[in-house]
Nanobody, 124 residues
Framework: QVQLVESGGGLVQAGGSLRLSCAAS????????MGWFRQAPGKEREFVAAISWTDSSTSYADSVKGRFTISRDNAKNTAYLQIDSLKPEDTAVYYC?????????????????WGQGTQVTVSS
């Protein structure tokens, strides 16, 4: 079973950028679709982006399209989330997760492994 550890969060001013990383242990990282989710204070956790393991095709929530970019480096067992033009409403704990699914990426029930999360705080 893979284990996931996020990093790269922090405090940043609005308009800035961050790159979050999700490091995976185990040799099966390349066979998992990787997803990023976030949970803002007082809100439910929501889907942000996903990247498949077959052809690295990507999927994004409408709210982040054009500002967020998900990628993966299978040689490094790491998934990334580049966040540009940060807004205060992007403040949340960001989680990465792994799934065997190749569709319905926004469904959190499909993900069998989760990281502990990394805090992103955007000041106005």
């Amino acid at each position: 079973q893979v284990q996931l550890v996020e990093s790269g969060g922090g405090l940043v001013q609005a308009g800035g950028s961050l790159r979050l990383s999700c490091a995976a242990s185990g040799r099966t990282f390349s066979s998992y679709t990787m997803g990023w989710f976030r949970q803002a204070p007082g809100k439910e956790r929501e889907f942000v982006a996903a990247i498949s393991w077959t052809d690295s095709s990507t999927s994004y929530a409408d709210s982040v399209k054009g500002r967020f970019t998900i990628s993966r480096d299978n040689a490094k067992n790491t998934a990334y989330l580049q966040i540009d033009s940060l807004k205060p409403e992007d403040t949340a704990v960001y989680y990465c997760a792994a799934t065997d699914y190749l569709s319905d990426y926004a469904n959190q029930k499909h993900y069998h492994t989760w990281g502990q999360g990394t805090q992103v705080t955007v000041s106005s």
